[in-house]
Structure formats: structure tokens, C-alpha cells
């Protein structure tokens, strides 16, 4: 297992930001980051994924491995993302439809866009298995199995070119916020929840951008320079969330994507506000580690493990939510649904870890 | 029937003419699975049936109006007819129409709109507002109107606030401040109140959500469509119905979902007929008068 190092711990902190915060309404939701800037732990996973698909597509002394064995990674890894988001929807069908038998309430059905597939199983199936059918909170894996299955093509370009895969990738971010191009949900209407036609973008980033460090410490120094830039937009963005200040989506010119702070499409000021936090933080974890080791720890441990930890994270996101309906919410059942889903989170890294040290039982 | 007791009784006449058109139009609404009795004449005499379904529905989804809807001007929808364009609405909330039934509830919409609206190309968009309104999804809402620029906005909303239990104030504010931004552009908006279930009957909390609805529909002037009385109501009546093999309360469920399309079409239909009887001496807004018959 590799040390803790701050890839991981970022990424561990995105982890435990989105279980707090896919408990909406809890207590501690208001001491999450993503209350306090534009953009939210959703841009972090994203862009550290494309970070580390950078890393894993060479060798330890940087020589970039084979086209086919790059290609092969990424497809595994597709494939891997999207059985667990198969698993992930099946046990949380399952526990909106039990929650509802137990306590004998079919609006639990409804649960975040769960209704469909009650109604109509027969189309939403089929959906649930194109990925065009999604619950709300179980929106991110399917943009992740995009997003790894479309990257072997900017890996591959920008292997050739880190400018043209930036160009490329960034054109068709622009073409889809002016466009409004999305990918289509099926049954009904409506389209993704994480427009992967401007996602991609923030993936072909973090990938461009490891690249480019690795090479040369250009990058390091400009954003060593750029941090009092970060700093201030990080504040600019505290300002505007805390005083909930934000363009409104029918008074800004066309293309209104260009100015609106959106979530889907990944709107420009939500990336801007990103690369803020980035520069922002940049030296934070060199500062932070020796002083908090456990903690260190602990997150980059879950962040080491990040698609198990996601997928229980999930579904135990969606089983405090339902323990707060049962028992009507509150302070100590807040607190109970952090402390558990912490400790679960961290067995299931542990246990993914193990795992893979044993060797296989003969069964 | 709430309408013309409101009015001024010099409308009266004009209103009861409408309502009988109105009525007759909207026989037609549903495809009907089963032979539709065929309208009864008690339809004629609204004042006094206040407690009988209302007649223009189908048998299994009858409620008196007054436990169905409030009503309230419609201007953008009005503008539309007048201009003789199509009329775009964007539904926001759940599609299922109940287990196995023959088309999702926006069709179903779009159907018994034109229906009780005839010679009006209404066009019906969908979409499934995922999140709570108190943390985040009003702000996608506002995309989704910014995006279809409709002119009226069916918002089904509370049942994703309710089953979060966010803190009712922030519920409150959040869908006061989103009506009020899609008023400011000129778009209408219709508000349908979650669903009744005897298991949260006596939680006070949902119920505070079910009420903050209503308020929140009479403080800005806007039609409600009253789903949870709709739905107590027809829980009470007399169960003689196919049995549900998950219990009652699914059947009662599945039921509320078949019926939403023909509730929310009564109540634009007669928001849209109140404005017309009441263009000069404008009847009261019955929004915000407590329902005549509880």
C-alpha cells in the first residue's frame, strides 16, 4: 500500500464531504466546505481522478507504459466502476422499497426519481443498465464510468500533445455549455444530473495538468505565485454562498451557461472558483500531515480506496437519510449517522486493503 | 364546487355557463378504463353539491373542489390563449402515474389539458427535480425554467423536504423566494402538496410541510392543488375497491398518482375560467380563504 500522500488525502476529505452532504438537512452539512464557495467536492473527486489516471498510465520512472496496456487499464477500470454503480443501485432499490414496506409508507417510493422504476420496472431496467436512469445522490459513478471510458482518447492524444487533448477537450466543453448539449435520461425526460460533455473537461485538466508537473516545475512555481489569486477567490466565493449572491438564470445574456453557476454543465465560474480553491490549498496538506497524522491517516486511506468507499458511502448516505425520516432527525441522530458512516467508511478501506494482502480463499 | 360561491352574484349565471362548458369539456379528459357514467346533472347546481365529487372527474378520483384545489390567476397562460400559441408547461416532480398504468403522468397531463382546453396545442415538458428545494435544488430548478422558458410551471413539491426533514423555515424560504422568482418572469405557477399516507397522518412535521405549502400558495397568489385532502379524502370513502397486494396505503398511493393529471388539469381549467367571469370585479383570490366546506 502506498503512504498517505496528498492525492489521497484530498480525495479522502471529497469522500467524507459527499456523505455528509448527501444527508441533506443534518446538522453538520453547514461545516462542509461546499456551503462556503461555488463549486463543491464534486469538482475535487473529478479532477483527481484524471490526476491519478495520469500516474497509473506510467511507469515509476515516468516513461509512459504502452497504448494497448493504457487502453486496457482504463477499460478495466470502466468496467470496475460500472459494476459497482450496478451494485450500488440495486441495494439502494432495495432498501427504498424495504424501508417502505416496513414502515408502511409508499411515498418512500418517490425517494429522488426511485418512483420510475417502481412503476414502470419493465423500461426502467433498461435504463438502470444504460446508466440513463438515475436516482439523485447516485449520480457521480455514472459519470465516472464516462468519463474512464472516453479517456483513453485524451490520454492517447495528449501523449501526441498535451495542447491538442487541452484544446479538444475544452472545445467540446464550450460547444456543449453554448449548445447545451447533455446526454438524455431514459425513462422519462430530462438529462444527466453530471453533464459528462462538460465534466470530461475538468478530468482532461487534472491529467493535463500531472503531466505537465511531472515534467517541469513551471506549473509549481506559477501557482506558488498565483496563491494570493486562490486565496481571493476563495474569499470572493465565501462571500457570494455565505450571502447567497447569484446570477439569475433568466437575466444573464446568451449563451446563459457561460455566466450561471451550474452545477450540470459545470458552468466556467464554478471551474474558475475551483482552480481558486487548488491554488488556494496547494501547500495545505505539506502543512497539515505532520500535525494531524491519524487523521492524515484516515483519509488517505479512504481516499486509497476511493471507489469502495464511494459505493458504501452511498448507500449509507441513503440509509441515514431514511434513519432521519423514521425518527424525525435531531442532534444525537445527526451524530450517530456521522460517527457511523465514518467508522463504516473506514472498515471498508480497511477491509479492501486486507483483502487484497491475503490471498484469495480456494473456495 | 368553490367557484361561484365567490363570485359576485351578478356572475353567477356567466360562471355556472362556463362551469357546465367546462364540466362537458372535461368529461372527455381521461381515455377511461372503464365506461364513465355519464355526466350527472347535479353538475348544474355547484353552490349546494359542495360536498359531493366533483362530477367532470373520474369516478375513482372524485373529491368535492373544495378539498381539491384553491384557485388563482393564470396571466401567462391566459396570454397564450389569447395570442393563440401553444402553451408550454414544464412539470416539475415525479412522471410515474402509478403501477402499470398506461402512460406517465406528463402524457396523461398533456392529454386532459387539451381535453378540457379545446382548440390549445399544449406542450408538456418533464422533469425530476432530484435533491431537497431547502439545500440546492431550487437552484437547479431556476435552470430548468431559465432553460424551457415555459409559462406555467405544475411544481410538485415537498415529498423530497419532507422525507429529508430539512428545518421547515429553510423549506419555507426556499420555495417562497422560487415562486417568487418565477412569478418575477412572468411565468404562472401551480403548486401540488404532497401526498396523504396514513402512516404519516399524525406526524406533525409533514404535515407543517403540507401547510407551509398552502400558505406559501395563498401568500403569492398562486393555485394549489390540494393532494393530500384530495387524497384523505378519498382514503375515507368507503374502500370497495381492488385490494393492493403491498396493503392499503399502496393502493391509496398508486390511486393518488392515477388521479394527479385530472386534478391539476381541474384546477388550471378553472383558474383560467375564474379569471375569465371575474376580469373586472376580480373574485376574491381563493387562495387564500380557508376551503368553504372544512
Request: hydrophobic residues 45%.
Amino acid at each position: 500500500m502506498r503512504d498517505p500522500n496528498a492525492i489521497d488525502f484530498w480525495r479522502g476529505l471529497a469522500l467524507v464531504t459527499i456523505f455528509i452532504n448527501h444527508v441533506p438537512g443534518n446538522t453538520f452539512e453547514r461545516y462542509t466546505y461546499s456551503q462556503y464557495g461555488i463549486s463543491d467536492a464534486a469538482e475535487l473527486f473529478v479532477f483527481l481522478a484524471g490526476w491519478s489516471i495520469g500516474i497509473a498510465t506510467r511507469g515509476r520512472d515516468g516513461h509512459p507504459e504502452p497504448r494497448g496496456r493504457t487502453v486496457i487499464r482504463l477499460l478495466s477500470r470502466t468496467i470496475e466502476v460500472y459494476r459497482a454503480q450496478l451494485t450500488v443501485m440495486l441495494l439502494a432499490l432495495a432498501t427504498i422499497a424495504g424501508t417502505a414496506l416496513v414502515l408502511d409508507n409508499p411515498l418512500i417510493l418517490e425517494w429522488h426519481n426511485a418512483g420510475t422504476f417502481f412503476a414502470d420496472p419493465i423500461q426502467t431496467i433498461v435504463g438502470v443498465a444504460l446508466l440513463t436512469h438515475q436516482l439523485g445522490f447516485f449520480n457521480i459513478l455514472p459519470l465516472y464510468v464516462v468519463l474512464l471510458g472516453i479517456a483513453p482518447v485524451f490520454v492517447l492524444i495528449a501523449r501526441e500533445s498535451r495542447t491538442a487533448a487541452l484544446v479538444f477537450s475544452g472545445g467540446l466543453y464550450l460547444l456543449s455549455l453554448i449548445e447545451e448539449w447533455n446526454l438524455p435520461s431514459w425513462p422519462g425526460e430530462g438529462d444527466w444530473f453530471f453533464n459528462p460533455l462538460c465534466w470530461q473537461f475538468l478530468l482532461v485538466l487534472g491529467f493535463v495538468l500531472q503531466d505537465w508537473n511531472r515534467e517541469s516545475d513551471t506549473l509549481a512555481r506559477w501557482s506558488r505565485r498565483l496563491m494570493p489569486a486562490g486565496v481571493a477567490l476563495v474569499l470572493f466565493g465565501i462571500a457570494l454562498a455565505v450571502l447567497e449572491i447569484r446570477p439569475d438564470p433568466l437575466r444573464v445574456p446568451e449563451p446563459r451557461l457561460l455566466f450561471t453557476f451550474d452545477k450540470t454543465y459545470l458552468t466556467p465560474a464554478r471551474l474558475i472558483h475551483f482552480l481558486g480553491v487548488l491554488l488556494a490549498f496547494r501547500a495545505v496538506y505539506g502543512f497539515l500531515a505532520p500535525r494531524i497524522g491519524p487523521v492524515a491517516g484516515y483519509l488517505a486511506r479512504l481516499g486509497r480506496n476511493s471507489l469502495a468507499v464511494f459505493s458504501m458511502g452511498s448507500l449509507l448516505s441513503l440509509g441515514g437519510q431514511l434513519l432521519r425520516f423514521w425518527t424525525g432527525g435531531g442532534l444525537l441522530i445527526d451524530l450517530t449517522i456521522l460517527c457511523l458512516g465514518l467508522l463504516a467508511m473506514g472498515f471498508t478501506a480497511w477491509f479492501v486493503e486486507w483483502r487484497s494482502r491475503k490471498p484469495r480463499p480456494r473456495v | 364546487m368553490a367557484l361561484p360561491q365567490t363570485a359576485p352574484p351578478g356572475l353567477r349565471p356567466l360562471l355556472v355557463a362556463a362551469l357546465l362548458f367546462a364540466a362537458a369539456s372535461a368529461r372527455a379528459e381521461e381515455p377511461a378504463p372503464q365506461p364513465v357514467p355519464r355526466p350527472a346533472p347535479t353538475v348544474i347546481s355547484p353552490p349546494t353539491s359542495a360536498e359531493a365529487g366533483d362530477a367532470s372527474l373520474s369516478p375513482e378520483c372524485r373529491v368535492p373542489g373544495s378539498q381539491l384545489y384553491t384557485l388563482a390567476k393564470l396571466r401567462a397562460v391566459k396570454a397564450a390563449l389569447k395570442e393563440k400559441r401553444p402553451v408550454r408547461v414544464l412539470s416539475i416532480g415525479g412522471i410515474s402515474a402509478g403501477l402499470g398504468a398506461s402512460a406517465t403522468y406528463p402524457v396523461k397531463l398533456e392529454t386532459a389539458l387539451e381535453r378540457s382546453l379545446p382548440d390549445v396545442d399544449v406542450e408538456v415538458e418533464a422533469r425530476g427535480l432530484q435533491g431537497e428545494i431547502a439545500s440546492g435544488a431550487a437552484e437547479r430548478l431556476r435552470s430548468m425554467v431559465a432553460e424551457l422558458e415555459p409559462d406555467l410551471v405544475v411544481w410538485q413539491v415537498g415529498t423530497h423536504d419532507a422525507l429529508a426533514r430539512v428545518e421547515l423555515s429553510a423549506f419555507s424560504d426556499a420555495l417562497d423566494d422560487t415562486v417568487r422568482w418565477i412569478k418575477s418572469h412572468d411565468i404562472d405557477v401551480v403548486l401540488v402538496d404532497p401526498q396523504y399516507t396514513a402512516s404519516l397522518a399524525d406526524d406533525a412535521y409533514y404535515n407543517d410541510v403540507v401547510r407551509t405549502v398552502r400558505e406559501i400558495a395563498a401568500r403569492e397568489h398562486v393555485p394549489l392543488v390540494q393532494r393530500y385532502e384530495a387524497m384523505r379524502y378519498l382514503a375515507g370513502r368507503a374502500d370497495k375497491g381492488e385490494g393492493h397486494m403491498l396493503g392499503r396505503q399502496f393502493r391509496l398511493n398508486d390511486l393518488g398518482l392515477r388521479c394527479m393529471a385530472e386534478h391539476v388539469t381541474r384546477a388550471i381549467t378553472l383558474s383560467l375560467l375564474q379569471q375569465e367571469g371575474g376580469s373586472r370585479e376580480a373574485p376574491a383570490q381563493q387562495a387564500g380563504q380557508p376551503a368553504p366546506s372544512r
